[in-house]
């Protein structure tokens, strides 16, 4: 018999092809009449054509949106929100995106309609992760989650094949850790499986055609269930090493999510035998972990840390720090197989 605790975060989400164009009836059941539009500089021709899109209920745009949500970038962003006197945030991004919305939000309370582009899966969770003075914080607070949540289909095309892979991967992430977290429960266990089970299908057909719709749906599906794991339950091992590797080495976000996941499964195998179970029946093999890493392959993910900018020298210290204020683990952390993990994912050896 389980026993178990389950935390639903309340969330409006709207999901389709051409969803985007039931943003004024959002605006409205929000009463929201100028909002501020926000994206990161390359998106923001996209956030431009909404403005345009809504007329007189934009009251403009920011798109300095950057990686990690830097103080300096919300601080600015909120002395320009300010100025256009807006009443509700829209983000048309990433990850980067609803970062600066959700910092945005909890500064303001004012209400954010997020319409994801990206598989990053944040518009999901309460989680806001924050740099100052190039150290990253992270904190969890139901005011940043936003109002509603667009998930439009068509806004997921121009996502470019490679960067789906890696996006796709890093949501994969939090499904799995997902299912042997220590608050783990079964209704959560279910939307990470059938999450894994579609974006494993999705991500290889996207990377050769990635304006198949049936792939591209198939994908923003999964990774929004992604986005209601990793924001309902605590993530482990692999999450740790990602967000330490990352801030020790400034590595790109989601490719390191590509790199680590096979090498942090593996390592956690032995200790979740029923997790492994579920995986080898919905990835359909004996060995998830080294599905992982072929689906890497696959999807044109880089595979070792060492082609995205970690140094040798770095294994060492990622060991220590992976060591020191570890989260949960469903497998003890010991040393030396922590320190052969690290390495394999550095020279994109095969997970064991
Ligand atoms: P991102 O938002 O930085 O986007 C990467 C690049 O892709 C950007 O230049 C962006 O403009 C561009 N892009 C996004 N969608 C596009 C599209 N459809 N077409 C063309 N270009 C597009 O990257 P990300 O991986 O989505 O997000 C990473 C950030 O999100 C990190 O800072 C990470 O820490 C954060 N994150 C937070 C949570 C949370 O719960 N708080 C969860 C996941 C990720």
Known sequence: MDTFVYNG?????????????????????LGLKRVAVLATPPQEPEARRLVEQLGGRAAG???RATMHTPVEVTEDALRVIVDLKAD????????????????????????????????????????????????????????????VVIYDIDLTLSLPAAMSGTSGLNAIAHAVEALYARERNPVISLMATEAIGALAAALPTIAVEPDNREARSKALY????????????????????????????DLPHAETHAIVLPHA??????????????????????DPAMALYDLAGRVGARRALADIGMPESGIELATDRALSNPYWNPRPLEREALKGLIGRAYAGERPR
């Open 88 to 147: 509700g945030l829209v983000a048309v991004g990433g990850g980067s995106t609803t970062g600066l919305a959700k910092a945005i939000a909890l500064r303001t309370d004012l209400p954010q309609i997020v319409v994801p582009t990206t598989y990053a899966g944040s518009e999901m969770t309460p989680i806001l992760g924050e740099t100052r003075d190039g150290v990253k914080v992270t904190q969890s607070s139901p005011k940043v989650l936003p109002e």
């Open 265 to 286: 499964l593996a390592y956690n195998a032995p200790a979740v035998p029923d997790v492994m179970q579920r995986l080898r029946d919905v990835l359909g093999t004996d």
């Open 9 to 29: 975060q309340p969330a409006r989400v709207i999901f389709g092809s051409g969803t985007i164009q039931q943003l004024p009836a959002e605006l409205d059941r």
């Open 222 to 249: 999964g990774a929004w269930l992604c986005g209601i794991c990793l924001g309902s339950v605590g993530m482990a091992l692999h999450h740790k090493l990602c967000h330490t590797l990352g801030g020790s080495f």
């Open 61 to 63: 745009v920011y798109a």
